[in-house]
């Protein structure tokens, strides 16, 4: 079965540092693009941080760059996001997904096709 | 960054009705568009790629269209399950965006 479960997700205080970690299994991980996707309570979605199958490639939201940092280890199968300097806006559940490519017209379309359960992150005092 | 900006914001509709969603781009971002379905608790689903190109798995009243700017997601014939908050995407850019969402709910 393919799988995503994230994990790390807890209570920090502003400021603090948190990394949450993202395992995946049932497909081949090394071959995939990576990304993290946040959603405040009550909020919608919005993207964080993507990363290439190889890490040659990342990018970050405005709102987090310069303060999260992703990373995967495929030799694990895992992907990771360290996020220091914490806000209370930073406070979401926080979902990994994979970023599947389709070639059609040739063109490549992407798509986040397979999805965490999500873990919360708190930023209160 | 490419703004996604979804209209409308809520809608009521009941069983057997058809709906449409409407997405639209700051800028033009050709077919990279894709839409995706959350329900409460649950991580969101990949619906539609490509701006039309149905994912698989999805049940066939299910639809999109356009290009350039704007989007639309129709659902034929609304059923129970279909009621959940409705998400457009933009991968044109390399920063990624959505919409602020399109809730569903029973008329």
């Known amino acids: 079965e393919v799988q995503l479960v994230e994990s790390g997700g807890g209570l920090v205080q502003p400021g603090g540092s948190l990394r949450l970690s993202c395992a995946a299994s049932?497909?081949?991980?090394?071959?995939?693009?990576m990304n993290w996707v946040r959603q405040a309570p009550g909020k919608g979605l919005e993207w964080v941080s993507y990363?290439?199958?190889?890490?040659?490639?990342?990018y970050y939201a405005d709102s987090v760059k310069g303060r999260f940092t992703i990373s995967r280890d495929n030799a694990k199968n895992s992907l990771y996001v360290q996020m220091n300097s914490l806000r209370d806006e930073d406070t979401a559940v926080y979902y990994c997904?994979?970023?599947?490519?389709?070639?059609?017209?040739?063109?490549?379309?992407?798509?986040?096709?397979?999805w965490g359960q999500g873990t919360t992150v708190t930023v209160s005092s | 960054d490419i703004q996604m900006t979804q209209s409308p914001s809520s809608l009521s509709a009941s069983v057997g009705d058809r709906v449409t969603i409407t997405c639209r781009a700051s800028?033009?971002?050709?077919?990279?568009l894709n839409w995706y379905q959350q329900k409460p608790g649950k991580a969101p689903q990949l619906l539609i790629y490509a701006a039309s190109s149905l994912q698989s798995g999805v049940p066939s009243r299910i639809s999109g269209s356009g290009s350039g700017t704007d989007f639309t997601l129709t659902i034929s014939s609304l059923q129970p399950e279909d009621f959940a908050t409705y998400y457009c995407?933009?991968?044109?850019?390399?920063?990624?965006?959505f919409g602020q969402g399109t809730k569903l709910e029973i008329k």
């Open positions: 997904a994979r970023d599947r490519r389709v070639l059609e017209a040739s063109h490549n379309y992407y798509g986040m096709d397979v």
């Open positions: 990363i290439s199958s190889r890490s040659s490639t990342i």
């Open positions: 995407q933009q991968t044109y850019s390399t920063l990624y965006t």
């Open positions: 049932g497909f081949t991980f090394s071959t995939y693009n």
């Open positions: 800028q033009s971002i050709s077919t990279y």
